[in-house]
């Protein structure tokens, strides 16, 4: 048994890898097995080199690897694209007969034609796979009879054996994992965009619009298939600044409202933003991140977002901004966006990567009953309207309560008239040019600000308390600096790591202290001029000693910030 074992399947877009590291992933949960998947992807439907890496183990996994131990290839391209991945002892399991493995690679070429048609050769290779990692037979038989008894009839359990028993007696159990536990306790094999949906919904949003982009798109496409169970209404817009107005609009009669999209989509948006902000109405923007500026990289991963998130929009106005690191923060952020959203009414970012988006991994079940209650917006209305004295009239931009807040009442749910406009107003919603009446508006906006910053989120912190290294992250790029502690941690050094998963406002005295402790903070980030860095800067003038940034399109991984700190690693 190992300790722990990294997979990467190669081949072109077309072949079915997803099929294949689905499949793979349901049977490792079965099975009891920890571990995490990352894919790697051309922009194409067809051709173009895709991998499916998946990293087990049965300690629980934070970040994905570089390397690998065995590399099953379904193409010519993968054989010599991906060997060099493999580590001393690794496998190379090469596409046919006559593959030529690159010189000093380990190989075993595998018959592909001679197992199956080519349209189920990548259950073939799920075959190979299950029969190297001594996963149960009928157990794995059983997902794929799942998957394809009303697809493919009995080609594709056929194709599957076929490659499970010509590997049995080649290399089978060699890369047998250690499972994380008996028992094999309930667990969801979930992604991060399906999680983050999952949030959104039992954060109380039930509506959701948006403009198809990867890699954000399936984060609506989730919530359009729970739609009819949930409750959900899903409208997918003609482009993104409909999505936003439309969001707008269902949120101003009263629904709780979720935009999906990525970078250059949300960059049609940012009027809509301002608009939010204006009418005061709340809007969750779901940012999952891709490499720009432009197209830029549509389906590899980046964190080059913050500044346009943080920045978006003309004027000034309050925001927050979450960032999950893991697949269970994205179920509890989205939560927590809504209720924030709701709360402050303005728009609230989750600003999330193609990495987390598509990482899958199986999850305890979420505990519902940790989260916030979700905003009951009629009910708000009924509050708003019980405290209105007899005559008064209904001021939707009253400016003298505490924190900035008005009464929010819904259209059609009273005889009151509710306004919304883009221009500046007077208590009342009446357009205005009186420049007093200016000031009043925005300081009454501003003042919104001081209840998200005091419902900040403190940092994470673990390690030692007087570190001579701080790592310091944010979203996704938590689980390669925790594995790099660690790896710091168990040469001797003294090491810690402070991670953030609020990014804006930002309460410096729950953290600053930390940075200030340290003999040496570096800040890792995905992106190529440390966004977070200078905002840290900005907020309490703290400059770290180094950053560790990465933009290659490729997640940050433990090693890749140990390479960059100098530090030798196995």
Known sequence: MRDSLTIVIGGEAGQGLATVGELLSRILTRAGHNFLTFQGYHSRIRGGHNTFALKISPAPLAGPEDGADLVLSLNEETDVADSPRLRPGGLLLACGPDARAPEGVAALPVPYAELSAPREQNLVALGLLTAALALPLAEAAEEV??????????????????????????????????????????????????????????????????????????????????????????????????????????AYGGASALVGTSGGGFALMCEGVSLAAMIETPVVIAIVQRPGPATGLPTRTEQGDLNLALYSGHGEFPRAILAPSSTEECFTLAARAAHLAEESQGP???????????????????????????????????????????????????????????????????????????????????????????????????????????????????????????????????????????????????????????????????????????????????????????????????????????????????????????????
Request: proline content about 8%.
């Open 145 to 250: 009879d799942r998957l394809f008894k009303d697809k493919g009839g009995d080609k594709p359990l056929a194709a599957f054996k076929s490659g499970y028993y010509w590997a049995e007696d080649k290399i089978s159990g060699q890369y047998a994992v250690s499972p994380a536990a008996p028992g094999h306790p309930p667990r969801l094999v979930i992604n991060g965009n399906e999680a983050l949906a999952l949030g959104a919904a039992a954060g109380g949003v039930n509506f959701c619009s948006f403009y198809p982009m990867s890699p954000a798109t399936t984060v609506s496409l989730s919530l359009a298939d729970w739609a009819a169970q949930a409750g959900l209404v899903v409208e997918q817009a003609e482009d993104e600044i409909a999505a936003i107005n439309m969001a707008l609009g269902a």
């Open 348 to 570: 609230v970012f989750i600003l999330s990567d193609q990495f987390l988006a598509d990482c899958t991994r199986p999850v305890p079940p979420f505990d519902f009953a940790a989260l916030p209650p979700p905003v009951d917006t009629a009910e708000a209305h009924r509050v708003a309207e019980t405290a209105l004295q007899p005559g008064q009239p209904y001021q939707r931009y009253r400016d003298d309560l505490p924190g900035g807040l008005s009464p929010r009442l819904l259209p059609g749910f009273s005889d009151h008239l509710v306004p919304a406009d883009s221009d500046e107003h007077d208590a009342d919603g009446h357009l205005t040019e009186d420049l007093a009446w200016r000031v009043r508006m925005q300081d009454k906006r501003m003042r919104k600000m001081g209840a998200l910053r005091e419902q900040a989120l403190a940092p994470d912190y673990q390690g030692d308390g007087q570190p001579d290294v701080l790592l310091v992250s944010w979203g996704s790029t938590k689980g390669a600096a925790l594995e790099a502690l660690n790896l710091l941690a168990g040469r001797g050094e003294k090491a810690a790591l402070l991670h953030f998963n609020q990014l804006y406002p930002l309460r410096p005295e729950d953290w600053l202290p930390r940075l200030e402790a340290a003999r040496r903070v570096v800040f890792v980030e995905g992106n190529a001029t440390g966004q977070f860095a200078q905002l840290v800067r900005g907020e309490c003038g703290f400059a770290p000693a180094q950053c560790v940034l990465r933009y290659d399109g490729l997640p940050l991984t433990a090693a890749y910030i140990l390479d960059a700190l100098e530090v030798p690693h196995a």
